[in-house]
């Protein structure tokens, strides 16, 4: 006989984990089935950035304890073009808003350990290999654990399988929007307390280059690089001298030390509508990828994680599918808020090569001159940046 639970949540990741945390404050219960380790995911160096309305959720429900002690709240960024830095301050121009930094693999450690800590089921290493009966009102899940086939029933299934994940296949007939860019990011961390409090977003005509952070004693930074490049092909002393050629100012250099971890990552923009198919639900980068530039990602996933645990409380409460049929309706404005912003913000400050490099070099100075002489503009930004509450 086959396992039964109401939600059969595929993927640990940001989305996977919020929504299981969410249903469980709500008396629902679920099993979360991910492929990788539990050491493999809560190492896994991805996203930084959290969004206000992010950090107001995890707090609000438990599991912000480490993130208020641990986390690093800005309240401006820095962009950097034509060699003048410019500090922008969010907080003023979104009054009372801010970002914080706490990395994607702390967040998901602390909702590892919560979801653990009140019996909840996460089966790792528990590879989803296909689904039947979507259409249906008693989905099954089938996948592999320690080389056995197994199978769970459940109520309702919720893809949070990531770009890469499976659950997005099962979708018929889907309509998919897609644009590739003609460059990457080389990431790394280094073991160095950051240079500058605060984010810079650096146009250069050499290329991109951001400086963030994770802790007060480690460094996250971002080459454009491009992309057929390999990581091999980038010595640290490269590295760190490229890093200075974009980022460095008269009266201030980039402070290096070792590096830690090094990646190449391809900048995507992908939606996948619907994000449902009769009791199967996606949610986060399964349904939508959105290029790194914008720091939208992950607050993505766990927009959509807390519209679906809201559609699926609902369900639960009523036994109204209502909100259920809607749920596709519900995130697509905010998933396309973000993927405008996210677009928008790659295009002015990364170099381009096609024909119309040397025009649009013009009109990314041009646009970000108008916003140091624009207060409405700057707003605009500042408010799409820090994340709107709203989204209509
Ligand atoms: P995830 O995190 O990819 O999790 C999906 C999980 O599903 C598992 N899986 C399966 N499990 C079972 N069976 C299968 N068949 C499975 N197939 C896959 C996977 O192992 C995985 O654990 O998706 P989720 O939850 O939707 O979360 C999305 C975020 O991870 C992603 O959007 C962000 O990391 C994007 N991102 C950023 N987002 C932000 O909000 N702020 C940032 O500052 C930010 N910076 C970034 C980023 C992403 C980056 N890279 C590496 C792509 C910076 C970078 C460089
Ligand atoms: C990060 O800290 O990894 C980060 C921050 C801001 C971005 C992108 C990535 O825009």
């Known amino acids: 006989m086959s396992e039964r639970t109401q939600v059969a949540i595929i993927g640990a990741g940001p989305a996977g984990l919020v929504l299981s945390h969410l249903l469980h404050l709500q008396g629902i219960e679920s099993v979360i089935l991910e492929s990788r380790s539990r050491d493999y995911v809560e190492k896994r160096i991805r996203a930084g950035m959290l969004e206000q309305r992010t950090v ?4 609000a429900s438990g599991v912000g304890e480490r993130l208020k002690r641990e986390a690093m709240v800005h309240t401006g960024l820095n962009f950097q073009f034509q060699g003048e830095r410019h500090r922008i301050p969010l907080d003023e121009l979104t009054p009372g808003r801010n970002v914080t930094i706490y990395g994607q693999q702390e967040v998901v450690k602390d909702l590892i350990a919560a979801r653990l800590a009140a019996g909840g089921a996460i089966r790792f290493e528990a590879a989803v290999e296909g689904m039947e009966r979507l259409d249906g009102s008693r989905p099954l899940v089938r996948y592999r654990e320690n080389g056995t086939l197994k199978e769970i ?3 309702h299934v919720a893809g949070c399988d990531g770009f890469h994940g499976v659950c997005r296949g099962a979708v018929a007939n889907p309509t998919v929007y897609e644009k590739v860019y003609p460059f990457a990011w080389l990431g790394i961390l280094a073991q160095v307390a950051p240079s500058c409090e605060e984010l810079i977003y650096a146009r250069h005509e050499r290329g991109f280059a951001l400086h963030t952070m994770r802790t ?3 460094t996250r930074l971002y080459l454009q690089c491009p992309v057929e490049d390999r990581v091999e092909q980038w010595s640290d002393d490269r ?10 100012i008269p009266g201030w250099s980039l402070k290096d030390g070792p590096i830690i971890d090094k990646g190449i990552t391809e900048m995507r923009s992908f939606v996948h509508q619907p994000m449902q198919q009769g009791r199967l639900y996606l949610a986060g980068d399964s349904a939508h990828i959105v290029p790194p530039t914008g720091a939208k990602g992950m607050n993505l996933a766990i927009a959509d994680a807390r519209v679906l645990a809201e559609a699926l409380s609902a369900f639960y409460r009523s036994g109204s599918s209502e909100h259920l049929a809607r749920y596709t309706a519900d995130c697509l404005p905010r998933v396309w808020r973000a993927q405008h912003f996210s677009w928008w913000w790659t295009t002015l400050f990364h170099r381009f090569e096609d024909a119309d490099a040397r025009f649009q070099e013009q009109l990314q100075v041009s646009q970000l ?4 002489s624009s207060r409405p503009a700057l707003t605009s930004m500042a408010e799409n940046y820090v994340g709107l509450d709203r989204v209509v």
């Open 239 to 248: 590295i760190w001298s490229e890093l200075r050629a974009r980022l460095d």
């Open 369 to 372: 001159r108008y916003m140091l």
């Open 56 to 59: 107001d959720l995890l707090v």
């Open 153 to 155: 029933e459940a109520d």
């Open 216 to 218: 007060p004693k480690l």
